[in-house]
């Protein structure tokens, strides 16, 4: 067979996840919860179908879902999306990353990616015969190097992506970041998705950076959300896009030959839920909570670390630890110790190796006290 994508074998999630199960270990690998959701949703989830929500949603999503989405977004980041044409519910955000890619990229135009990204946005880009064009994030803050991404910008530019709380470094972008990337792109007519995933978990008191508070990046972006990672529900493969209705005519046009729509009941269920804010704006202290808790029980490890700023991840250095490859001692990790990681170069420029591991703390207490107990005595 003459492979699209000649380069991309099994993805890393896929490889560790199996190996964790093989070796029964600890698994902090894959970025999902290992508790369950909130009972109350999953009634409604339960109600929805019982009262007949099951037959195909509307192609954009169920109304009530897209219009209490528009009011929360209104009053996140004060942009009011219309919930008639600028909002569509869609399989989780991947889908959304990939139906914006194969609507946008044409053959020959460049996206930017900045490096380490999350793993599915470069074979996309590849398969609709886009080249990507890596620019590296820097430093223990993975901070951009504005000179380079704008030296990296030319008449070829389609599309940037970019993603705060970004997976898998746990930092996130400030204002003076967002002011800067608008600054940069003005004038342009490039597109930027911008995947915001793990909106609702940001901490230290610090305050989620959307693109949908800028307007002139608002008015050139697909912003992409995801109900599995706020929810903790990542297996239901639900999220939904913002974007002017410029874009969301392509979006959907694409969209509706896609997946054409998504699961009903839960729509219905989330359309309910969204209307207590406190279901998704307590999520920050949740899980500041679980980051200090693993933290503070890997305190004597021999591992570095920065704290994670926002998502459910944390890198951990090991460089004073041994000198192998990420790849080579996460899976030593999970064969001997019982542990399993993801080892940070998969998501780097030219697998670019600086003996990291990421690790999910969106575990029970309990899971985490026994994935420290090894940390602590490696
Ligand atoms: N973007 C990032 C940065 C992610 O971490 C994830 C989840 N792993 C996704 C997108 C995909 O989200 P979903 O599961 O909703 O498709
Ligand atoms: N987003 C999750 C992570 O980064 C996993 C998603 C996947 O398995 N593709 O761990």
């Given at each position: ?35 369950s959701l909130d009972p109350q949703l999953l009634q409604l989830v339960e109600k ?15 109304f009530s879902l897209r219009e209490i989405i528009s009011e929360k977004t209104e ?218 808790y693993f933290l503070e029980a890997i305190r004597e490890s021999r591992f570095r ?74």
């Open positions: 067979i003459n492979s699209k994508l000649p380069n991309v074998g099994t993805n890393i999630f896929s490889h560790i996840g199996k190996m964790a199960n093989k070796h029964k270990a600890v698994n902090l690998s894959q970025g999902f919860p290992n508790f929805a179908i019982k009262t007949g929500h099951y037959q195909y949603a509307p192609m954009q999503g169920i009053n996140l980041y004060g942009k009011s999306y219309n919930p008639e044409s600028e909002i569509t519910i869609t399989a989780g955000a991947t889908q959304v990353i990939f139906t914006a890619i194969s609507a946008f990229v044409q053959q020959g135009d460049e996206v930017i990616v900045l490096k380490p990204a999350y793993d599915c946005y470069e074979p996309t880009i590849e398969l609709f015969g886009g080249t990507v064009v890596p620019v590296q994030l820097n430093g223990p803050e993975f901070k951009v190097d504005w000179k380079e991404f704008e030296s990296a910008i030319n008449s070829d530019t389609k599309m940037v992506i970019i993603n705060t709380p970004h997976n898998p470094s746990g930092t996130i972008w400030s204002r003076e970041d967002m002011l800067r990337l608008q600054d940069i792109l003005k004038g342009t007519h490039i597109i930027l998705l911008s995947d915001e995933v793990y909106e609702h978990i940001v901490f230290d008191g610090k305050f989620h950076q959307s693109v949908s508070k800028f307007p002139d990046l608002a008015s050139r972006s697909i912003i992409c959300s995801s109900f599995g990672k706020t929810f903790h529900v990542t297996g239901w493969k639900i999220g939904y896009c913002v974007a002017p209705k410029v874009l969301m005519e392509e979006f959907q046009k694409v969209h509706q030959f896609n997946v054409f729509c998504i699961n009903h009941p839960i729509q219905k269920a989330l359309a309910t839920y969204l209307q207590t804010p406190r279901h998704y704006l307590h999520l920050s202290s949740f899980y500041q909570e679980k980051r200090d670390l920065t704290p994670s700023s926002g998502t459910y991840f944390q890198l951990l250095d090991y460089s004073e630890i041994t000198n192998e490859t990420d790849t080579d001692f996460a899976e030593r990790l999970v064969k001997e110790h019982k542990l399993a990681s993801i080892p940070v170069s998969v998501f780097n420029l030219n697998n670019q190796d600086n003996k990291q591991l990421r690790f999910c703390f969106a575990k029970t207490n309990d899971t985490l006290d026994r994935a420290a107990e090894i940390l602590n005595r490696i």
